[in-house]
Structures are given as C-alpha cells and as structure tokens.
C-alpha cells in the first residue's frame, strides 16, 4: 500500500510564490516502480488538469498556463516530488493533487493519487 500526500497550499495574493510538496509512504517496492509524477489541477466547474509531468530521468512536462512559471522536480532518493509556483495568478487557483503512475506494460498501468492540497490566489 502506498500513500501520496501533498502539502503546501495555502492562500497568496497574485504574483507571490507557492512551493508544493508530495511525498510517497509505504511499499518502498512499490514506490520504486513509480516511473512518472505529475501534479493534476481541480478547478470547480472545469476537468482536473495534468498541470505538470516528470520521468524517472527528470523530463518535466507542462501545460501551456504553467510554462515559465511553475517548475516541477523531485528526490527519488527521499520518495518527494515538489511543484514550484512563481507569479501566481488567480486562474491558478484549485485543489492540486499529487499522482504517479506505474507502467506495467503499454497497456496497464496503474495510478496514485493525494487528497490534495488547495491553492487559493487573490488578485
């Protein structure tokens, strides 16, 4: 059993900072064959977003909203994985979830998610 929790979120104003954190627990097995992280976005009224993406050998992926903003990273040695927010805007605002997926083959996978962290931007 592996658990993903987040932390981090909170109430800005716009143009402030945010640093958001996940970190795995349990199955360290399990927690090894965690070859992608990513950091998912729910807004009311909207999907939940893939807002960023990293591999095991650290290349990132971001939607378009997020470039030049945000940045992700992680430390596999410390089962972590952290989201940086700079120049935050209102639009920004949301539950984030941390997730990772294991990919048994290329057709089955398995994913984990945190309960999420909320991230509030006034203006």
């Known amino acids: 059993q592996v658990q993903l929790v987040e932390s981090g979120g909170g109430l800005v104003q716009a143009g402030e900072s945010l640093r958001l954190s996940c970190t795995a627990s349990?199955?360290?097995?399990?927690?090894?064959?965690?070859?992608?992280w990513g950091w998912y976005r729910q807004t009311p009224g909207k999907e939940r977003e893939l807002v960023a993406g990293?591999?095991?050998?650290?290349?990132?992926t971001y939607v378009d909203s997020v470039k030049a903003r945000f940045t992700i990273s992680r430390d596999n040695a410390k089962n972590m994985m952290y989201l940086q927010m700079n120049s935050l805007n209102p639009e920004d605002t949301g539950v984030y979830y941390c997730?990772?997926?294991?990919?048994?083959?290329?057709?089955?996978?398995?994913?984990?998610y945190g309960q999420g962290t909320r991230v509030t931007v006034s203006s």
């Open positions: 990293i591999t095991a050998g650290g290349t990132a």
């Open positions: 997730s990772a997926r294991i990919q048994y083959s290329d057709i089955l996978s398995e994913d984990y």
């Open positions: 349990g199955s360290t097995n399990v927690i090894s064959d965690m070859g992608w």
